[in-house]
């Protein structure tokens, strides 16, 4: 009967709960959070574990990190420009920017694999001793989780072409920006505790 | 093609095994049967299965906590008998199958009888008292849900496919590194805790949440019933501790399959990082047990001593000092492990901190009972029976905090009875009042009380039975988990703590008895006043059942008690007229959840039995069923306000026909 009260409800009621949705997920970002929290205080007291093995300050090289950071800390600059894409609901704007980010991204993750590979061809893989097992898990976690991001733009790319600049789209942009921020100060983390004191 | 699953991995090691299996699958077959035979498929699946309301998967969450402590008190009946007999004798039980009893023993009554137990209690009832219609996020509701039932149903598929772990429940490497335990049984463990605990991460923040932002106009956080309180402070603790889990049983998995050395005894590995790790996680954990069953007995002393909560925001402030102080004391489970006397002494301290709130506690909950009037109701007596059995708990818990005592009882069965001191009457004596409490609500009539009060008795006088001789007998140097021993000393205890373990079976056949008489009889037991108790808080202001919306008019709180409030200032039984009420947008019913939880299941067992194409076709499912639904923006569809007004109509009419007028906040 009256299609249009229902839909304005339905749209009113999913304004509301798109609030909700962003609270949740900075709660859900705090769980993860801790998650490495607890993957950095491993590697910390694993630091000295190595077992005779390879030590930390012959594993790493600064330039590969530094292209490493270069990448991911661009992406976040270049996903703000995506999201700022949406705001001002220019469409292609964002979905270039977020190809753009994309294309970070995938250097990123080709470049910690390439290091990875590097470390299992010398002998040190994450089964050489606790020590490498400690950072093998902590990088490689922080890896997947920009993978899983990546998985998340190429679908935004997506959404936003099919359905448009629609406020869930842009709720769930959003959320993915959060995510997508937060790996990124995971890193800073990762490159001050795990590679710069071996170069210092 | 089957990676290490072979015919081998059925249960021929001994026939107790065999049987084990055999009622497994018997049990699972006659359930498929049963709903297949009165064809009741499509409605399992549509009103249930798939099911996003609150209410429904509460009880799904309930029905499989209790089809879980059946097979947990089985195992503790044939531990207590094994020990009963097994003075210089084998006893009946094969070691490594006692060591396997033990083992599932605790991880089927932490993980999947008292964890769901208190989700599905804080499932059904939250929402209601907080005024609202839903939780935050209901399809997330039920992914949790199916998560825990996943993990749930890899215990169960260990009894007859494989071995399920022999480390204990909490899984000490180097033991249940792969040198020490080679077969399947600590990867079912690992997995089914990780399943099972990104559900409860899930749920944690969903009640958080809802808690925060779900609450009706009016209610500020110092009016919320002490249920949602106690609800609250448990979702945080899940939320923040859980991560401790997943990470440790992530780690203790890749020591396993890929032969890394977190945990190991060589190469750098460090054990008692596992011991720091899981207990970050099973510190908090044990108050995330309680503290639920807590928020129960606030709002059943009240209620059956027809009195308001004596000192409200005492009660508060204490249970958010234990939700603190319960990160600070995870050393106290390895005091005697080498860390240094100072160490020890901090945490020492902070243990016993606790007892302070928790005191305050108990003396709330007593002041609220004087000077009321009182029934006896059957959950008031568990209550009561919590308070007389807790406290023996506490004092033999603040005994161990001093790290000189825990040294003398360190592994003995002291330790067994006084966390099952805490656990049973602490946690499980307080869902069971909930379950006592709350079910006319959920299912519309009440509980037969004759068979309720013999539950009490049984738990009560059993519990008593079976876990003072266990101090005793630790005292007398009894180590815990002996599958036999030769010290003649011992055995009378022994068998007397197993008269006490029957004692405790006999009070489980009761519920079940009570379940099925007051089915039964539940056209005389009919509810249709919705508050049957003269309840004080929202719950009881929706209809029993309640309607799918809960509540047809979100009402205005103003007090702590804001049903009982309402209830003396107003006439809440009018008739509904059309025109009083609003559309409402409910969430719709979807078969992703069930059908994550299925995947997860897969995934689960293939990567224990390392069929690693099985895992990856199971992953990328969940992660497509994921994909899928996230693009959906029709989740949700309108109520119109004719059908509201129907709905409310109708009920009305049948109370006031049936001379049981609806005493409603549904029209306030």
Redesign the interface.
Known sequence: ?NAN??QA??TE??TE?L???A??FW??L???A??FA??FA?YV??FR???S?PEPSELFDLKHVFLETVCLLLSSITFGFAYLGALGKHRWQSVNWLLVTLILGVTFVYLEVVEFIGLIENGAG??????L??F??LVATHGIHVSVGM?GII?MMF?ILN?GL?P?VNS?LFRLGLFWHFLDIVWIGIFSIVYLPVFI | MFGRLTLEALPFYSPIAIAGAVVTFSGFAMVVLLVSWKRQWRYLWFEWLTSVDHKRIGVMYIVLALVMLVRGVIEAVMMRAQQAMALNSEGYLPPEHFEQLFSTHGTIMIFFVAMPFLTGLINVIVPQQLGARDVAFPFMNSVSFWLTAAGAALVAISLVIGRFSTAGWTGYPPYSGIGYSPGVGVDYWIWALLISGVGSTLTGINFIVTTLKCRAPGMSLMKMPMFVWTSFCTSILMAFSFPALTVVAIMLGLDRTLGMHFFTNDMGGNMMNFANLIWIWGHPEVYILVLPAFGVYSEVTAVFSKKRLFGYRSLVYATAAIALLSFTVWLHHFFTMGSSPNVNAVFGIATMIIAVPTGVKIFDWLFTMVRGRITFHPSLLFTIGFILTFVIGGITGVLMAIPPVDYLVHNTTFLVAHFHNMIIPGALFGYFAGVQYWFPKVFGFKLNDFWGKLVFFFWFVGFYLAFMPLYAVGLLGMPRRLVSYTNPDWQPFLITAFCGAGFILAGLCSLFMQFYVSYRDRENNRDLTGDPWDGRTLEWATSSPPAPYNFARIPAVTDVDAFWVMKQNSDLNSEPKPGHYESIVMPKNTGAGVIIGAFSFVLGFAAIWYIWWLAAVATLGAIAMLIIRSCNDHSEDVISSAVVFKTEHDRWLLAQTKGQPACDGKRL
């Open positions: 009967m009260a229902n409800l339905l009621h999913q709960s609030s909700n949705k609270f949740g709660l859900y705090m769980t993860d801790l998650i607890l993957l491993t007291t694993m574990s190595t077992a093995g994450p089964q050489a001793s606790g020590y097992s400690a093998f898990t998985l679908i959404q359905k629609t869930s769930r």
